[in-house]
């Protein structure tokens, strides 16, 4: 009986040592297919890393771009502003020299400086009018500090802060205000 008792164990280690290996091969087939899954993640990955590093750089990119045009529109703005002032003043200019040159003469006659000066005046508002400056002119108007500037009160029979007298007419460009107009303001007796 030993004889078969040793037999039987005898087929019973082969039969182990036969499962061991099975095992061991199916291990080692096992990682090799999780090896070539973990390689080819890993390659998913670095392609889906350099789609989105070639994403971010070409934002940036655009970014910077907005960035210039954006600055450069800026100074074009900028730019026009001055030249259509400056185109606008060389006409008051040109007025001035032209009464510069007429006061050398010695024909100078007061009607012709006042209507020199009147002319000028004129052209002066019309370059205001198409810059959109417009007048404060707030005589006998209900005193603004927004846009006016009380310099003084005077006792009055009107009521109280209207504006009296204008001392220096006030400016604004569309809704901003260029400068107040300096007034002086009524006080009830």
């Known amino acids: 009986m030993d004889t078969k008792n040793e037999n039987q164990k005898e087929i019973n280690k082969n039969n182990l040592d036969k499962e061991s290996l099975k095992n061991r091969t199916e291990s080692n087939s096992n990682s090799i297919e999780d090896s070539e899954d973990k390689d080819k993640k890993i390659e998913a990955l670095l392609e889906e890393n350099k789609k989105l590093n070639d994403m971010f750089l070409r ?21 026009y502003s001055v030249e259509k002032l400056s185109s606008e003043l060389l006409v008051i200019i040109d007025s001035l020299e032209a009464a510069s ?20 005046l004129k052209t002066t508002k019309e370059v205001f009018e198409k810059l959109d400056i417009e007048e404060i002119d707030p005589k006998n108007q209900d005193f603004n500090p927004e846009y006016h500037q009380a310099m003084s009160t005077r006792e009055s029979n009107k009521s109280n802060n209207k504006v009296l007298e204008v001392l220096q007419k006030g400016y604004k460009l569309k809704t901003k205000l260029l400068r107040p107009a300096l007034v002086i303001v009524s006080k009830k007796n």
């Open 59 to 79: 934002s940036k990119a655009e970014l910077d771009n907005f960035q210039k045009r954006t600055v450069k529109q800026i100074q074009q703005a900028q730019l």
């Open 101 to 120: 040159n007429l006061s050398e003469g010695t024909n100078l006659k007061i009607d012709d400086f006042i209507e020199g000066n009147n002319l000028l």
